[in-house]
């Protein structure tokens, strides 16, 4: 079998500014090769060769080049989100949930994440926290100015807190938000607390880690960009400690 000609490419990792570069590598498939062979010379899998080329088939053919990508495996610690994981990572929080058929933000301690490093060139990679929505410009309009008001609105819909989490089934406790929901009654319901001049009472969010909540309750300790998100069980709420979060206003 001819010696196989591997290229290594340089990927230039976005995370808002350029980081360190890290190596994915490109294999042109000579004849005789099998998808099982390479998988085996490259330390991957069949699954990851498939995905990363999307093969319907394991047949390939002599000059194909074919994209391998290092993969690893991710146990998730205590206090870990899919934001943090994928910040460390270089990749994005999308891809992680894609990869992993998650339905939710929401992970624990224990699971263990596959994460393909290596993936994005720099033509095809934006980073998710540079991605702002776009804003129509009339013919009449100053586009100076609103380019300036479309950078503001965007900004303002994405602010970094401190959350923290609380449950309804502590002693004494009502057990309703103040908006008037029943948590007691509604204990899977998505809710956190926030202080209503930086949140506003009602507002629909999506926050790391724990996906879509509505802003529904206040506390005496929430003010400025801190949250505190609900959480049934006692127990989990404490483990759950002090963490950053990135929280998305939706509306």
């Known amino acids: 079998m001819l010696k196989k000609m591997i290229m290594l490419i340089a990927v230039a990792v976005l995370s808002g500014?350029?980081?360190?570069?890290v190596q994915a590598a490109t294999v042109t498939?000579?004849?005789?090769?099998?998808l099982w062979e390479l998988s085996r010379e490259n330390n991957t899998s069949l699954e990851n060769i498939h995905k990363m080329n999307h093969l319907a088939t394991d047949l390939i053919h002599p000059g194909d080049v074919l994209t391998i990508v290092p993969e690893k495996?991710?146990?998730?610690?205590?206090?870990?989100?899919?934001?943090?994981?994928?910040?460390?990572?270089?990749?994005?929080?999308?891809?992680i949930k894609e990869w992993n058929k998650l339905d939710s933000d929401l992970i624990h301690p224990g699971l263990s994440l596959l994460i393909y490093e290596g993936l994005h060139s720099t033509n095809k990679f934006v980073s998710e926290k540079s991605m702002k929505?776009?804003?129509?410009?009339?013919?009449?309009?100053?586009p100076v100015t609103k380019a300036a008001d479309a950078s503001n609105t965007a900004d303002s819909r994405e602010i970094t807190?401190?959350?923290?989490a609380y449950t309804?089934?502590?002693e004494g406790c009502s057990g309703i938000t103040k908006t008037g929901i029943n948590l007691k009654a509604n204990p899977n319901k998505k809710v956190i607390a926030v202080d209503p001049s930086v949140i506003p009472l009602g507002s629909k969010v999506h926050v790391e880690g724990f996906g879509e909540a509505i802003a529904a309750d206040i506390g005496g300790a929430i003010k400025g960009k801190r949250i505190d998100v609900f959480i049934p069980s006692e127990q989990d709420a404490i483990d759950f400690g002090v963490k950053k979060l990135k929280v998305t206003i939706l509306n």
């Open 17 to 21: 500014t350029v980081s360190a570069n």
């Open 29 to 34: 498939v000579q004849k005789g090769d099998t």
């Open 73 to 95: 495996h991710y146990n998730v610690k205590q206090g870990d989100t899919l934001w943090d994981i994928a910040e460390a990572h270089s990749v994005t929080v999308s891809q």
């Open 133 to 142: 929505p776009a804003t129509q410009i009339s013919k009449n309009s100053n």
């Open 161 to 164: 807190v401190k959350a923290t």
């Open 168 to 170: 309804a089934s502590c």
